[in-house]
Structure formats: structure tokens, C-alpha cells
């Protein structure tokens, strides 16, 4: 016995504009200064890829700082990036290999952090960042 063909639908999928949620933010191409004022929190990423990868930390305007940017750092293949001179605020995290053959980039989304505690994540490259709590 044969089975019958499946129905099928004359349906067309057309591409949907993705909106870029900085893309209003007048902070997003800014540096964050060397010096930041204001109550220092401490962040540990920890990437188990088995390369070195690039990682950046954004300080979203609107918070209790006066400033708002991000800083970008390297972290090396299986290590731990300790960072503990930031502010208390709400921060995106994104990790990425810029490798065309290995690449990936995830992010944490924004996590508010505040100085009750060593904000801890990890990277899953194919993933997300996520709070290891």
C-alpha cells in the first residue's frame, strides 16, 4: 500500500525586521572610563572554549551612575575573567569568537547587579551567559 501524499500549503515566509534594543542608546559605542565612582561590584566569567574568545561588559544608562558604555576584554581559552572594578548597575555581557569557522556570540540578556554579592556566569557558546548561582 501506498500512502497518500501530504497536504501541503502555499504559504510564502517572508524575512521579519529584528528591532536593535540599543538602537536609540546613546551609550552604546561609549568606552567606560578607567575610573568608575560609586559602589564596586565583582563579575567572574568563566569560559570553558577551548580557545581565547572576546568578551564585553555594557553598563546600561539609566542607573544610579552617572556614566553608562562598556568595556571589552580577552579571555583566554578555559579561564576565569575576574573583573571588580565596575559599579552597581544593569549590564549585558556578550561573548563571542570571531573566528568565521568556530564563531558564536551570546549574550546574558541584562542582569542588575549590586555589591551583596560576586556576580558569577558562565558562557555557553551555544548558548547563552547564564548566573551560575
Do not use: H
Not at 24 to 52: A, M
Amino acid at each position: 500500500p501506498t500512502p497518500p501524499p501530504l497536504p501541503t500549503l502555499d504559504v510564502t515566509a517572508s524575512p521579519m525586521a529584528t528591532a536593535n534594543p540599543y538602537a536609540n542608546d546613546p551609550c552604546v559605542n561609549q568606552v567606560l572610563p578607567d575610573v568608575l565612582t560609586g559602589q564596586k561590584i565583582k563579575i567572574r566569567i568563566y569560559s570553558p572554549v577551548d580557545k581565547t574568545i572576546n568578551v564585553s561588559v555594557y553598563l546600561q544608562n539609566g542607573g544610579t551612575q552617572s556614566v553608562c558604555g562598556y568595556r571589552s576584554y580577552v579571555l583566554p581559552a578555559g579561564e576565569t575573567l575576574a573583573i571588580n572594578d565596575l559599579v552597581v548597575g544593569c549590564y549585558s555581557i556578550w561573548a563571542w569568537d570571531p573566528d568565521p569557522k568556530d564563531y558564536f556570540m551570546v549574550t546574558n540578556g541584562t542582569t542588575c547587579m549590586n555589591d551583596s554579592q560576586v556576580w558569577k556566569f558562565d558562557i555557553f557558546p551555544n548558548s547563552s551567559i547564564k548566573l551560575n548561582k
